[in-house]
């Protein structure tokens, strides 16, 4: 019963560097998410994706990509990390629009 | 634009008291709305949903109960217990997309 597994847990990267951070959930969950969450704020979207090959923008989508290859994983690709984009980031997933959603345990992610 | 406030911003309580979260939306149309428990250092976990229809709804110790005509949701907690602490997170979801707003929570903490 893993559900949403991100991964990784922390991560620390210099401004300009880019890197994925990974989420797969073994659900067969339609939608997934992915949300930052920064002090003093409500979690915000960054993007999202109803299906296997479908994605669209969300709140905040500056500064990163997402794919949708599988039902199964939906990785956040950062293009050249900034400062700004230190945060803790959530993905989740849920079966449908009435459905509530399971979150994964989050990445913390530092930009210096 | 929509908004979803909640108060009181931190809590302290003793165990085994009972203590009560607000939310106020104002968001439109409204779908439902959703309470979230989040431990700290971890994802949030879903606690109720609630639709237009439902005033109240409960999920053991926790009970939500919603006024769409007043656009104000609450969290009554009772008899606390110190696994209580967490932030409690109010979502309110639109319906259709992936449109959620996530007010900034209430951290609560329970004491000896």
């Known amino acids: 019963n893993a559900g949403v597994t991100q991964t990784p847990k922390f991560q620390v990267l210099k401004t300009g560097q880019s890197m994925t951070l990974q989420c797969a959930q073994d659900m067969n969950h339609e939608y997934m998410s992915w949300y930052r969450q920064d002090p003093g704020m409500g979690l915000r979207l960054i993007h999202y994706s109803v299906g296997a090959g479908i994605t669209d923008q969300g709140e905040v989508p500056n500064g990163y990509n997402v794919s949708r290859s599988t039902t199964e994983d939906f990785p956040l690709r950062l293009l050249s990390a900034a400062p700004s984009q230190t945060s803790v980031y959530f993905c989740?997933?849920?079966?449908?629009?009435?459905?509530?959603?399971?979150f994964g345990s989050g990445t913390r992610l530092t930009v210096v | 634009k929509n908004q979803v406030e909640q108060s009181p911003q931190s809590l302290i309580i003793l165990e085994g008291k009972n203590c009560t979260l607000q939310?106020?939306?104002?968001?439109?149309?409204?779908?439902?709305l959703r309470w979230y428990k989040q431990d700290t250092g971890r994802g949030p976990v879903s606690l109720t949903i609630?639709?237009?229809?439902?005033n109240t709804k409960s999920n053991g110790r926790y009970t939500a109960t919603l006024d769409a005509d007043t656009k104000q949701s609450s969290l009554h907690i009772t008899a606390s217990q110190l696994s209580d602490s967490a932030s409690y997170i109010c979502?309110?979801?639109?319906?259709?997309?992936?449109?959620?707003?996530f007010g900034t929570g209430t951290q609560l903490k329970v004491e000896l």
């Open positions: 979502v309110v979801w639109t319906g259709g997309g992936n449109k959620l707003t």
């Open positions: 939310c106020n939306y104002t968001v439109s149309p409204f779908s439902n």
């Open positions: 609630m639709t237009f229809s439902e």
């Open positions: 989740a997933s849920r079966a449908g629009e009435s459905y509530g959603y399971t």
